[in-house]
C-alpha cells in the first residue's frame, strides 16, 4: 500500500529534522488511522501527519511547509463530525502531544493551555480550586481545546452556559505563514480577532495556545426524565419549558430507538423502551430554585401528555438519567457499522412537526434513525446508520440527509449547530448565504491565508459552486 503522494525527500528531511521520525508518518498503514474523522463518510488520504510536541516545534513545522507551498490540515482528536481534519492529499499537523495545562489562575479563575488539551482535562485539573470549565461537548473525553475553538463547541450544557466562544478570553494563533500572534477578545480597546478565529475551522491557522475562563462549580444540580408516547409531543413540550419562562442548563431528547439500543447494551439503565421518547431536563442553582424549576419543567412535559415524569432523588439516579444521552452514539455501533449524523438548528417552535417529518424522510428511504440531540437549542442530531460497503445505502443516506437539511433550512432553521460545515456542509453553505455574504468570507479569509494553504476545501464553497444546488 502507498500513499498517494508522498512528500518530497527534502520537504520530508526538513520536516523530521524539526519532530523526529517519531513525529512523522508517511507509513501507508499508519495513515490509515488519519483518513476520516468521526464522520466517516467523508474520507482523504494525508502525504503526511505531523505531530509536534512543543510549540517551537510546530511554528517550525509551519514554517517548513510554508517555504515548501505545501498546504496543512490542523487536526486534534479527531471527533470532528463534519470531515473537517480530513486530508484531501495535504499534510495533517496533530496536536494531541502539545496536551499541557500551562497554568491555572484560581483567583482571575483562568486557564491557559495548549491545544491539545483533551477539554474533560480542564474541569479535572480545575476542581480542586472549586471551579470547572463550561463547555461540555459530549464528546469531552476525547476532544481537544483547540479543536472545540475551532469548530465553536457546545455541549447539552451550553443551553444555559453559552459555547465555547463564551469562554475564551484569548488565542496565540499560528498563519500559514509562521507569523505568530495574540488575539484578544477586543476588551481593550482591539478588535475582537479572536472571535474571528473560534468557529474558523483550521481555515485561517492553527490555534497554539488558549486562555479560557473558569466559573465556580454548581450548588446543586439536579434532572428530570419526562418520557412520552409521541416524539411531536415530546418537542412541543420542549417549547412549553420555554413559555414557562424557564432556561435549564441542559434540555436533551432520545428518542425509543435510541432507548432500545441503549437498554440492549452494557449502560442499561432500566428505562422504558416502549416510549416513543424521553426529554432530559437538567437544573443548577440554589436548592430551593432548582426545586422550583424542576416543578416547573414537570409541569410543561405534563401539559404535553407526557406519561411519566421521574425526578432524580440523588446522584446516583441523576447519572442514570444522562447515561442514555451519554451512552447513545456509541451504541449505535450495535445496529450498524457506520453512522451519519445531520447538525441542524431549527426554531424550537418547529420541532413538534419536524420531528415526524425527519422519521419520514428517514423510513422513506429504508434507513434506520436513531435521534438523540440538544432540544433545548433546538439542535437536531438526526443519526442514519448504514453500512458503507453498502453503495446504494450510502446514496440513501445522501438522499436522506439531504432532504432533512433543506427541510430543516425551509423551516428557518441553520445548516449547522456546533459540528460545523467541514468538507460535508460546503455544498449547503449557498442555501443559507448569498454570493455578496461569500464574497466577504472569502475576502476576510484571504487576508489572512493569501494562499489557501490552511485546511483547504473546508467551509467556502469554490468560486464556481457558490450557486444553490
Ligand atoms: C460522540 C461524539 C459526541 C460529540 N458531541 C459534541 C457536542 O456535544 N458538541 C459539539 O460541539 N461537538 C460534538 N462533537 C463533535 C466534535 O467532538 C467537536 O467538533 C470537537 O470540538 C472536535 O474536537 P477535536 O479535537 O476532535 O477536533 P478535530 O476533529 O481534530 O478537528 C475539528 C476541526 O478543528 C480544526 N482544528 C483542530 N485543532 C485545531 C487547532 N489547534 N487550530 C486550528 N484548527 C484546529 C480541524 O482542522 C477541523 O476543522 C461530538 C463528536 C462525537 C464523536
Same mark, same amino acid.
Given at each position: 500500500?502507498q ?13 523530521e529534522?524539526v519532530v523526529?521520525?517519531?513525529? !512523522? ?5 499508519r495513515?490509515?488511522?488519519?483518513? =476520516?474523522?468521526?464522520?466517516?463518510t467523508t ?6 501527519v ?16 510554508h ?8 487536526r486534534g482528536?479527531g471527533?470532528?463530525?463534519s ?16 496536551d ?6 484560581p483567583?482571575?479563575?483562568?486557564a491557559?493551555l ?17 471551579l ?10 476525547a476532544c ?7 469548530m ?12 465555547? =466562544?463564551?469562554?475564551?478570553?484569548? !488565542? ?6 509562521g507569523?505568530?500572534t ?22 485561517i ?15 446543586e444540580?439536579?434532572?428530570l ?11 412541543a413540550a420542549?417549547?412549553? +419549558?420555554?413559555?414557562r419562562?424557564?432556561?435549564?442548563v ?18 442499561? +439503565? ?8 424521553a ?16 416543578e ?18 440523588d ?7 444522562? #447515561? ?8 449505535l ?25 425527519i ?12 435521534n ?7 439542535n437536531?442530531h ?12 450510502? #446514496?440513501?443516506?445522501?438522499?436522506a ?24 456542509k ?5 442555501l ?7 464574497d466577504?468570507?472569502?475576502?476576510l ?17 469554490a468560486? =464556481?459552486s457558490?450557486?444553490?444546488?
Open positions: 500500500m500513499a498517494l503522494h508522498p512528500l518530497p525527500p527534502d520537504v520530508e528531511n526538513a520536516l529534522a523526529g521520525s517519531n513525529g !512523522l508518518i508517511t507509513d501507508p498503514v495513515l490509515l488511522a488519519y483518513e =476520516s474523522d468521526a464522520l466517516t474520507r482523504g488520504t494525508p502525504r503526511a505531523l505531530l509536534p510536541e512543543s510549540r517551537q516545534e510546530l511554528i517550525e513545522v509551519v514554517r517548513v511547509l517555504s515548501a507551498g505545501l498546504p496543512f490540515v490542523p482528536a471527533t470532528g463530525l470531515g473537517g481534519a480530513v486530508a484531501h492529499d495535504t499534510v495533517i499537523l496533530t496536536t494531541t502531544r502539545l499541557r495545562i500551562l497554568r491555572i489562575d483567583e482571575d479563575r483562568t491557559l495548549e491545544p491539545g488539551v483533551v477539554t474533560a482535562q480542564i474541569s479535572i485539573a480545575a476542581a480542586p480550586y472549586g470547572r470549565y463550561l463547555p461540555d461537548p459530549a464528546s469531552a473525553t481537544t481545546i483547540g479543536g472545540n475553538v475551532a465553536n463547541s457546545g455541549g447539552p450544557h451550553c443551553l444555559k452556559h453559552g459555547v465555547t =466562544s463564551d469562554h475564551v478570553l484569548g !488565542l496565540e494563533i499560528l498563519l500559514p505563514d507569523t505568530t495574540w488575539l484578544g477578545r477586543g476588551a481593550d480597546g482591539g478588535l475582537d480577532l479572536a472571535g474571528l478565529f473560534i468557529g474558523s475551522e483550521g481555515t491557522g492553527i490555534i497554539s495556545s488558549v486562555l479560557v475562563g473558569l466559573s465556580p462549580l454548581a450548588t444540580t439536579r434532572a426524565l419526562g418520557l412520552f408516547d409521541g416524539v411531536g409531543a415530546a418537542g420542549v417549547s412549553e +419549558v420555554f413559555e419562562g424557564l432556561v435549564p441542559a434540555l436533551e431528547l432520545i428518542d425509543q430507538a435510541t432507548i432500545r439500543l441503549v437498554e440492549a447494551s452494557v449502560f442499561a +439503565v432500566g428505562l422504558p423502551t416502549d416510549v416513543a421518547a426529554l432530559v431536563i437538567e437544573c443548577e442553582g440554589d436548592p430551593e430554585d432548582v426545586e422550583a424549576d424542576l416547573i419543567a414537570a409541569a410543561a412535559c405534563r401539559e404535553h401528555g407526557a406519561q411519566e415524569v421521574r425526578i432524580a432523588r446522584e446516583t439516579e441523576r447519572l442514570a438519567i444522562w #447515561q442514555a444521552r451519554k451512552k447513545a452514539y456509541g451504541v455501533g450495535r445496529a450498524a457499522p457506520d453512522v451519519f449524523v445531520q447538525d441542524a438548528v431549527v426554531p424550537r417552535t418547529e420541532l413538534e412537526r419536524l420531528l415526524p417529518e422519521e419520514r424522510i428517514a423510513r422513506g428511504h429504508g434507513l434506520r434513525l436513531a438523540f440531540f440538544h432540544a433545548g437549542d433546538g437536531l438526526p443519526n442514519l446508520m448504514f453500512d458503507r460497503r453498502d453503495a446504494a445505502e450510502v #446514496q440513501r443516506v445522501e438522499q440527509g439531504s432532504e432533512i437539511m433543506r427541510l430543516c433550512v425551509d423551516a428557518g432553521g441553520t445548516i449547522t449547530g456546533e459540528h460545523g460545515v467541514g468538507s460535508d460546503v455544498r449547503y453553505m449557498p443559507m448565504f448569498g454570493l455578496d455574504e461569500l466577504v468570507m472569502n475576502r479569509h484571504e487576508a489572512f491565508d493569501p494562499d489557501g494553504s490552511a485546511n483547504p476545501g473546508k467551509v467556502l464553497p468560486a =464556481s457558490q450557486e444553490p444546488e
